[in-house]
Structure formats: structure tokens, C-alpha cells
């Protein structure tokens, strides 16, 4: 991947997803001078029409931002910095329709959940190049959005859509972006002066894997886990015998990084402590659960499912973890049957 090429002046951004995510970023944008676009569909498309983003963090008064809602990227044209925050399911499908968006020179930054269809461009050693068959399995996202434009974030925040177009922002401004094929380039810190001057608190990292790896460590389980029960975050790390059953998962993914160049340092337990420093609230694998949306099992466990594999790395508790979750969501018409 080409890391080279002249760092844009970020002036028009495409929100793809416009969900919790997305109107969270975009609309801390739009405060900081940035000419707004959304690519949405439905109720969704309806609100932003109406409306604009809107998101409301605390008590603090409510941000209204506007914005060009279509259906059709044609209508919003060539953009500087396209957001894709889509949940990891939709995405091939929508890779299809964003070209008009992309111009030689726009940045393409995912903000999404897992392991991302790029990660082993220009990483991985003997893995580098890898296209997992979980994330992308014919290459339509990859021949979609070109490789050397991409770039990777990692969100710390919760946020969660309240109505179409309206965002509660709960806690966390954390956002970490990097290279796919490592290294600080300017492009990437010259997005990141912006998404500070946005109000994010904004880190870059010479290896992005590393960040989105130990995320995943923490929520590949959770997230799964709160689909299957309902519970939310305390309630879970509460209950013994399932903290138990994690920290075993979590040891699985641990030797898998170990060996694809992403070795974590941290004990389980202490990971558990810092998710209950974050008190009780529903993961965003939940929240689509209960609103009746696809959920993320393939860029969240499937993939470390793969990687195992991959590396020789058995993962029996991961395994059975992803065959619960994936026959509830099949039966609830949220992950499709043919799936492996």
C-alpha cells in the first residue's frame, strides 16, 4: 500500500453508515468547518433530510449539523474524507455503490468493529497479503475501495441511536488511526489535527493492527455474549463462572496475536477490570440484536476463528461461542444460513 500520496486539505466528508458511529464523528466534524454528506436509506435518510445529525452528549446541549442526505452517492460527488462506520455485514454490499464518493486523493477511513477486510496489507509477515475468506470472501470490498487510500480507526466511545438521526453519546472520545502498512504518514497526521480540533481525543499509531487486536481481545466475547443473554456489561463480568469461560477465550485469541505479530501483554483479569470500570451498559452487538439488525459474529469471531487455523492455534471455546451466537442469529433472521 502506498502511504505517498499528497494529504488532501479535508474540507468535504461523506458519512457511509449513519448510525451511532457515524453521526457521532460527523457531526463533530461539521463543528469544526467541515462541509457534510451522508450516503442513507429509509427512516434514516428521512431524519437526516429533516433534521441533520444530531447528538446529544450528557447534558450538554444538543449538536445539530447539516447535511446532504441521498440514497445514491452519485448526488453527493467526490469527497476529501469518506467515514466508513457501517456494521461489518453490510459492507459489501455497500462498497458497490460508493464510488462516485472516491477520488484519486479521498482518504477512506473505516471506523467499524473487528478484524477489517485490509488487515494483512502490508503486515503480517507470512501472512501479509491474506485475504480472509470470513471478512471477504470473493474480494468485492477489496477491488471496491482502493487499498492505497485506506486508512484504519479504532473507537473508544459508546454511543447508541435513540431515533433515526439522533445520537446519545454515553462516555469515551477515543480515536485511534494508522496506516494499514504502518508507519506516521502526514496524511495520517493531518487527519488527526483535525479530528482533534473536533474534539476526539485522537492517537496515531504506527500499527493500527495492534489497536484494533486489542480492542477485538476485549469485545469478541462480550459482545457476543450479551446478544446471547440480554445482560448487559456488569452483569456479565459479575457472573463467575462466565468470566471464567472469557478469560479461557481471550487466552485462545492471545496465542493467536502472539504468533501473527500482535502479542499482548495484559492478563484477561486485568482486562476485565477495565471493562468494569466502565460500568454497566449494552453493547452495540445488542443494541442490533434487539432492534432486529445483522450482527457482526464474522468480523468479530469468525475471523479469530480463521486466524487459528491459520496459525495452527485451537480455539475450541472460541468455537463454541461462534455456533451459539450464529444459530440465534440465524433463527432471528439476523446472519444468513448459507454462512459457514
Not at 436509506?41 to 447534558?59: C, H, P, V, Y
Not at 446532504?68 to 461489518?88: H, T, W, Y
Request: proline letters at 6%; one cysteine or more.
Amino acid at each position: 500500500m502506498n502511504s505517498d500520496l499528497p494529504s488532501p486539505a479535508i474540507r468535504r466528508v461523506a458519512i457511509v453508515g449513519a448510525g451511532a458511529i457515524g453521526i457521532w464523528i460527523g457531526a463533530r466534524l461539521a463543528q469544526v468547518g467541515c462541509q457534510l454528506s451522508a450516503l442513507a436509506r429509509g427512516a434514516t435518510l428521512s431524519a437526516l433530510r429533516s433534521d441533520g445529525l444530531r447528538l446529544q452528549s450528557g447534558t450538554k446541549p444538543l449538536i445539530q449539523a447539516a447535511v446532504q442526505a441521498s440514497d445514491r452517492a452519485v448526488d453527493l460527488g467526490e469527497q476529501d474524507l469518506v467515514v466508513i462506520a457501517l456494521k461489518a455485514p453490510t459492507l459489501a454490499e455497500v462498497a458497490q455503490q460508493i464510488g462516485p464518493l472516491i477520488g484519486p486523493h479521498t482518504l477512506i477511513l473505516t471506523a467499524m468493529n473487528g478484524v477489517p477486510w485490509w488487515f494483512f496489507e502490508g503486515f503480517g509477515g507470512e501472512l501479509a497479503g491474506t485475504r480472509l475468506q470470513s471478512i471477504d470472501p470473493e474480494g468485492r470490498i477489496a477491488a471496491a475501495l482502493p487499498s492505497a487510500q485506506v486508512l484504519g480507526a479504532v473507537v473508544h466511545a459508546s454511543c447508541a441511536v435513540s431515533e433515526p438521526g439522533l445520537v446519545q453519546h454515553h462516555f469515551g472520545q477515543g480515536l485511534v488511526i494508522g496506516e494499514p502498512a504502518g508507519g506516521l504518514s502526514p496524511r495520517v497526521q493531518a487527519l488527526a489535527q483535525l479530528l482533534g480540533r473536533a474534539g476526539f481525543e485522537t492517537e496515531t499509531s504506527g500499527c493500527i493492527q495492534r489497536a484494533i487486536w486489542f480492542k477485538l481481545w476485549g469485545n469478541m466475547t462480550v459482545n457476543p455474549i450479551s446478544a446471547l443473554t440480554g445482560a448487559t456489561t456488569d452483569l456479565i463480568m459479575d457472573d463467575e463462572l462466565l468470566r471464567q469461560a472469557i478469560s479461557g477465550m481471550m487466552l485462545e485469541a492471545r496465542d493467536i496475536g502472539a504468533r501473527i505479530g500482535l502479542p499482548i501483554d495484559q492478563s484477561p483479569e486485568e482486562r476485565h477490570a477495565v471493562t468494569r470500570k466502565l460500568g454497566r451498559f449494552k453493547t452495540s452487538m445488542l443494541q442490533d440484536f434487539e432492534a432486529g439488525k445483522p450482527v457482526e459474529l464474522d468480523a468479530l469471531l469468525s475471523a479469530v476463528r480463521e486466524l487459528g487455523q491459520r496459525t495452527g492455534v485451537a480455539t475450541p471455546l472460541i468455537d463454541a461461542l461462534l455456533a451459539m451466537a450464529r444459530l440465534q442469529a440465524r433463527i432471528k433472521g439476523l446472519y444468513p444460513w448459507a454462512a459457514p
